[in-house]
């Protein structure tokens, strides 16, 4: 990656009385930022920000998101656009390389990712040392993890071409190990890939094909698939995408920094909140229940949030939302789901919470996470596999942020300091004398 950031201007900070300055530096677009990396060694001083709130971690030309407007460009093309007329994997080679393909660059990626679908038949084995009832995310983190012990011929980080080849059987695989789990954990036998489909395609095929019949896919479903893996598909530096980065910085190998991004993700305010957001709408049951929980979500004695509200960048509308819940209406239209006692509470939910003071003052709007439930449920997934699914589709947002910070020259181990509270310097107590 070729750094672009440029100094605009200088910021002063006085301590005791001297006065210090630190360049501001300005990207493309969005906020400039304050270069801190001198401070401690000029002031003596740290930064405080719990959360990163306001921290940069590094310099990126990926993602960019609008906070404000609740605009999200991947590589400056609006996701909106993207969902219209992209694909996931014309929009994987596009995150990864930073253009849109040509029709051969297109076709080649293609075969590529492919030919990558298949796991190592031991992994098999592998799988079956799970329980049965193990949840889906369990199993992708520890079989993500693990392909570090398959794939020794990809683990060189230094060489681009063994850096390119686990991006690759990264983004191939994760559709084939999430499929295995989901068939893992309903009894049902593995379903391989399918080289003739695409990708969308193969993926439902892995997923509810049995070797009994022959299996069908519906185009639509399969559209509106590959639709909701683009809205996934990356967020500049999210929890997990700082979290890969991180174990990537320290050299750590591209699964088990994947692997990393999994764990993460799979927290209920982060991934996790599609499952959440599914089982709090059914535990809501009725519209007229609405109230009773837009209380609790007010309550700042009462821990309860409301799943799929809210965001750390977004104080307007998530963009991936609305296009969210256009697919929901779609895939409901094509199953012939007419009516949707979810949809409904959902769709309530949202127009009350949009109108209550509370969530305007906190600007607080729907997320990706909120209507995603509704649709994967729709089309036959168990809320267990839904962080599944997103997890399946940001694998390419995560590898491209980890190539880019491996390409990165100004990029070091991250290591963050603490401002530190705890007992002072003082002598070991004998237990005869505690
Ligand atoms: C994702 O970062 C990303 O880009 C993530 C993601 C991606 O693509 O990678 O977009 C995916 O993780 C989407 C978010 C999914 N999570 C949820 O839907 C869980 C519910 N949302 C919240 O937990 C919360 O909104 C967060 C975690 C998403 C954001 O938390 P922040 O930025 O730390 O905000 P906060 O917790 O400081 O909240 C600010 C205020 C607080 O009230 P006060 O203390 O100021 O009085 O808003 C309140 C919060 O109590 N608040 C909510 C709320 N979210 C925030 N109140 C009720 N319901 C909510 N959902």
Redesign the pocket.
């Known amino acids: 990656m070729e750094n672009k950031i440029k100094q605009t201007n200088i910021a002063k900070i006085t301590v005791d009385g001297k006065t210090y300055e630190l360049p501001i530096y300005s990207g493309s677009t969005g906020p400039s930022a304050i270069d801190v990396r001198n401070l401690h060694k000029l002031t003596g001083l740290f930064t405080f920000d719990i959360?990163y709130t306001s921290t940069c971690s590094t310099e990126s030309q990926i993602t960019f998101i609008d906070g404000g407007k609740g605009q999200l460009l991947y590589r400056g093309y609006p996701i909106e656009q993207l969902a219209e007329h992209s694909t996931f994997l014309e929009t994987s080679y596009l995150l990864i390389h930073g253009e849109l393909p040509t029709k051969d660059q297109s076709t080649k990626f293609t075969n590529i990712i492919t030919n990558h679908t298949m796991l190592h038949e031991q992994i098999e084995r592998f799988f079956n040392g799970f329980r049965r009832d193990a949840h889906p995310m369990a199993m992708v983190c520890g079989t993500v993890g693990a392909l570090s012990a398959f794939y020794h011929d990809s683990l060189d980080i230094e060489d681009n071409e063994q850096r390119d080849i686990s991006m690759h059987r990264l983004i191939a695989k994760m559709p084939t190990i999430a499929a295995r789990a989901y068939k893992y954990s309903i009894g049902q036998p593995t379903i391989y890939p399918d080289n003739s489909l695409n990708y969308a395609e193969n993926f439902l095929k892995m997923c509810f094909a049995v070797p009994t019949e022959k299996y069908e896919v519906n185009p639509i479903i399969a559209d509106a698939m590959d639709k909701i893996f683009i809205l996934h598909a990356d967020?500049e530096q999210?929890?997990?995408t700082s979290t890969v980065r991180l174990a990537g910085s320290s050299g750590a190998n591209p699964f088990a920094c994947i692997a990393a991004g999994v764990a993460c993700l799979w927290g209920?305010?982060?991934?996790g909140?599609n499952e959440a957001?599914l089982n709090m709408l059914k535990e809501i049951g009725s519209v007229d229940r609405i109230p009773e929980f837009i209380a609790r979500?007010k309550d700042?004695n009462d821990p309860f949030?409301?799943?799929?509200?809210?965001?750390?960048?977004y104080k307007n509308y998530d963009p991936r939302a609305k296009v969210m819940q256009k697919t929901t209406h779609a895939v409901l239209g094509e199953l012939g789901i007419k009516d949707s006692p979810i949809l409904d509470i959902a769709m309530e939910l949202e127009k009350i919470a949009l109108n209550d003071p509370y969530f305007v003052e906190?600007k607080?709007y729907p997320?990706?996470?909120f209507y995603s439930g509704i649709v994967l449920s729709a089309l036959g997934f168990p809320t267990s596999m839904f962080t599944v699914l997103f997890a399946l589709a940001r694998t390419v947002g995560w590898v491209s942020q980890w190539n880019e910070m491996l390409e990165d020259k100004t990029q070091r181990i991250g290591r963050p300091r603490q401002l530190y509270t705890g007992a002072t310097s003082r002598d070991y107590i004998p237990l005869a004398n505690r």
Do not use: I, Q, T, W
Not at 268 to 271: E, F, N, Q, T, W
Not at 305 to 313: D, I, T
């Open positions: 959360g967020h999210n929890a997990s209920p305010s982060h991934g909140a957001c979500a700042r949030r409301l799943m799929g509200f809210g965001h750390r960048v906190k607080l997320n990706v996470d």
